[in-house]
C-alpha cells in the first residue's frame, strides 16, 4: 500500500515530514509525494495562526473527496485533537507533535484493512524530542537543505501557540547535528540552514551554555560545505561570541534573521519580549560584520497597539533600514496571552498598518538592491530554465522568502554552485546580472 505526505507550515515542519517518510522508508514502506498514487495520505499540519489552520484543514478536505485515508499529524491535531476529529469523522488517525516515532504503528493500524477504529497518537502535554538515528527522506534536494538543531520553546511570547504545541526546549547533540550536515555535504548540498524555534539558545538545555558559536566552528570546518545559515535568533541571545562568531567563520554567510517583533518598550512588555535597545544591538551587529544582512519581522495591530505606538514603528524601520523585513498582522489565538487583553484592534487598522509599513520596506529594498548595481556577490545556484536563465541566491538570501539572482547564461551549471556574479540592474526584491569569469 502506498503512502503519501503532504507538507503545510515552516521549514521545521518540512524536516518533521522528512524523519516521517525516513522512518517509514525504513519500515520498507512504499512513500510517495504524488497523492494520486496512493492509498493512505499524512498530512502534516500548522496550527501558527487561523490562516495556516484554513489551509490545512482544505486540504484534508480535498483528500477525503478523493477517497483517501487520511492521518493527520503535526500542529493542529496536538492543537484541536478531539475538536478536530468531531468537526472531520473521516480522519482514520491522528499523530501529535512529539509523537513523530509512531508514525510507523499509526500507518501499520490505518492500512489494515481489518481494523477500522480511529487511531489518536496525542501526548496532552507536548515534548519534542529529535528522532535520532533515522535517516531523512529528503522531499527537496537542492542547493540548501534544513537542518534542526533544537525544537520546543521556553519562551512565552504573548501572541505564541508555540510551547503548548511544542512543549519545552530540546537541543540535539553536536555530535549528531555535525554527523547530519558531514552526510548532507557528501550528498551534494551545498548550503545547510539552520532551525530551531530558536537558533541562539542552542544547547543551553544540554550543555549549561550557549553553544551555537561551538556548532558553527565546527561546521565551518566541514569539507564539501560552502555555506552555513542560521535562521530564528533571539534578541537577547545576540552575545559578542556568536556575533564575533558569525564575523570569523567564513563559511557561515553574513546574514542575521533577528525577529524583533515591534520596537515599542509598552508593546514588547505586552508581547513578554525582550526590551533591549534594539538600535545599540543592530548598530553592534554591523559593526563587527560590516557586510551583514539582517532580515527582521513585525508584528502590527497587537492588542493596544496606539496610532502613536504604530508611527514609532514606522520611524523606526526608516532609521533602521533592514535588508530584509517581514510585517505580520497580529492574529488572535486561543490560549495566548493577547487573546483576552483588551483593546484589540480592527481588522481595517491593521491591514492599513501592515499596508504602509510594507510600502516603506519596499522602497527601502529597492534602494539597497541598487546599491548592488557594479558589484559582484557569490551566489549559490538553485535552478534553471530551459531557455537559457540561471536562477540564483545569494549570501543575502534565505531560501524560500528572500529574493533571488537572474542570469542569462548558456554556461552549464548545477545547483548548489557556488557563482560570481556581477549585477547589472535590480527591482524591489530581485537581482539580474551577469557570470564572471
Known amino acids: ?69 487520511i492521518i493527520v ?60 538515528n533515522v535517516e531523512r527522506q529528503q522531499i527537496t534536494m537542492g542547493a540548501s537543505s534544513y537542518v534542526k538543531i533544537a525544537d520546543g520553546c521556553n519562551y512565552h511570547c504573548g501572541y505564541c501557540i508555540i510551547p503548548n504545541l511544542r512543549g519545552i526546549y530540546h537541543s540535539r547533540p553536536i555530535e549528531n547535528i555535525i554527523e547530519e550536515v558531514k552526510n548532507l555535504a557528501q550528498k551534494g548540498v551545498s548550503e545547510v540552514v539552520l532551525i530551531a524555534q530558536d537558533t541562539t539558545s542552542y544547547g543551553i538545555d544540554l550543555y549549561k551554555k550557549q553553544m551555537l558559536p561551538t556548532l558553527l566552528k565546527e561546521l565551518n570546518k566541514i569539507e564539501n560545505l560552502s555555506w552555513i545559515r542560521i535562521m530564528y535568533a533571539y534578541p537577547s541571545q545576540m552575545t559578542d561570541e556568536l556575533i564575533d562568531t558569525i564575523a570569523e567563520c567564513e563559511k557561515v554567510v553574513k546574514y542575521i534573521d533577528l525577529p524583533l517583533q515591534h520596537s515599542d518598550k509598552t508593546i514588547l512588555e505586552n508581547m513578554r519580549r525582550p526590551v533591549l535597545d534594539y538600535e545599540k544591538l543592530i548598530e553592534k551587529i554591523r559593526t563587527k560584520i560590516p557586510d551583514v544582512a539582517i532580515r527582521t519581522a513585525f508584528i502590527v495591530g497587537y492588542p493596544g497597539e496606539s496610532d502613536e505606538q504604530f508611527e514609532n514603528l514606522y520611524n523606526f524601520v526608516k532609521k533602521m533600514r533592514f535588508d530584509k523585513m517581514g510585517v505580520f498582522e497580529y492574529s488572535r489565538e486561543k490560549n495566548t496571552a493577547s487573546y483576552s487583553m483588551k483593546d484589540q484592534v480592527s481588522a481595517s487598522v491593521k491591514h492599513a498598518r501592515y499596508k504602509k509599513l510594507m510600502a516603506l520596506q519596499q522602497e527601502i529594498s529597492y534602494e539597497i538592491n541598487q546599491s548592488r548595481i557594479g558589484k559582484t556577490l557569490p551566489c549559490i545556484v538553485e535552478s534553471y530554465t530551459d531557455d537559457g536563465i540561471v536562477i540564483l541566491r545569494s549570501q543575502y538570501d534565505a531560501p524560500e522568502i528572500d529574493g533571488l539572482v537572474y542570469v542569462k547564461s548558456n554556461k552549464p551549471v548545477v545547483p548548489g554552485d557556488i557563482e560570481r556574479v556581477k549585477i547589472e540592474k535590480s527591482d524591489e526584491y530581485d537581482l539580474f546580472g551577469k557570470f564572471v569569469v
Open 1 to 69: 500500500m502506498k503512502i503519501a505526505l503532504i507538507n503545510h507550515g515552516c521549514a521545521k515542519n518540512l524536516v518533521d515530514s522528512e524523519l516521517m517518510l525516513g522512518l517509514l522508508a525504513q519500515k520498507g514502506h512504499q512513500v510517495t509525494l504524488n497523492e494520486d498514487e496512493a492509498q493512505i495520505v499524512i498530512v502534516n499540519t500548522c496550527s501558527f495562526i487561523h490562516d495556516a489552520e484554513k489551509e490545512s484543514v482544505q486540504s484534508i478536505l480535498k483528500l477525503i473527496q478523493k477517497g483517501k485515508k
Open 73 to 132: 499529524t503535526g500542529c493542529l491535531p496536538q492543537k484541536h485533537n478531539k475538536d478536530l476529529k468531531e468537526a472531520i469523522p473521516e480522519i482514520s488517525a491522528m499523530v501529535g507533535t512529539s509523537n513523530i516515532r509512531e508514525i510507523v504503528n499509526v500507518v501499520d493500524k490505518v492500512a489494515d484493512e481489518k481494523n477500522e477504529e480511529y487511531i489518536s497518537c496525542i501526548s496532552e502535554k507536548p515534548e519534542y524530542v529529535y528522532p535520532e
